[in-house]
């Protein structure tokens, strides 16, 4: 399963060193599950020391990163405010819709969003039927033109030259689906969501192919749904 990249950051353009090396100490902070250190932020950035201390004490300053009591630094509070930003209508639109699938299917649910020749995921929502099922977390990047969650954002755009056959599949179907492809062993399919911009998709992934492929109207319901919302009055506010 793909993470979350730095977008460019090591091929920072000229003038943008101090701002690209801010945003992957950042990135770092985020993805560590054990909090950061200075030292292993500066060999992280190939950097001193004194550097990596100065660049997370500027990020404690704006709130992005805090400083713990075990002397190690986590993702700060600022954070929080950043993430409902992002395309807060459509994310306020979907949320109720993915509770409720997640729950008839018993499987998380995951909104993605199409960003250059990657899908992301921006919103996800576990089931309360289940106590076991597939997990990742937001910031999940797949290719696009490979997975469940990538056809379906490629399906809800005009047709290319040379993409994947299973994206006039799922144009024609309303959904597309895989096996093995996002992550070893797992079944995957996800439904494009109409005119929305950026292009989105709802994604459901399970070990079990069945329980994928049981999920096929439930999934195509929940997208038009959304789609539907979305396309009111109130959803494009």
Not at 153 to 166: N, V
Not at 203 to 216: F, G, P
Request: aromatic share 4%.
């Amino acid at each position: 399963m793909s993470t979350p990249e730095t977008n460019g950051s090591r091929r920072s353009h000229v003038g943008s060193q101090t701002l690209a090396r801010g945003l992957r100490a950042l990135i770092a902070v985020v993805e560590s599950p054990d909090g950061m250190t200075v030292q292993r932020l500066a060999a992280e950035l190939g950097v001193h020391r004194s550097i990596a201390y100065r660049i997370l004490q500027t990020l404690v300053d704006f709130g992005f990163v805090t400083h713990g009591a075990d002397g190690a630094y986590w993702p700060g509070s600022r954070l929080a405010g950043l993430s409902t930003a992002y395309l807060p209508t459509l994310r306020t639109t979907a949320a109720p819709v993915m509770r409720r699938l997640a729950d008839e299917v018993g499987c998380m649910v995951s909104l993605f969003v199409a960003e250059g020749r990657e899908a992301v995921s921006i919103e996800l929502v576990e089931p309360l039927t289940v106590t076991h099922h597939i997990a990742f977390r937001a910031g999940m990047r797949t290719p696009l033109d490979r997975g469940a969650a990538g056809y379906a954002l490629l399906a809800s755009m005009p047709p290319a030259a040379g993409e994947p056959d299973a994206v006039a599949r799922a144009r024609a179907a309303g959904y597309a689906t895989s096996a093995g492809e996002v992550e070893a062993g797992a079944f995957a399919i996800a439904a494009p969501i109409a005119d929305v911009h950026p292009p989105a998709a709802l994604s459901i992934m399970s070990h079990r192919e069945a329980q994928v492929l049981a999920a096929r109207e439930h999934i195509v319901r929940a997208v038009a749904e959304i789609a539907a919302a979305a396309a009111s009055p109130a959803g494009r506010a």
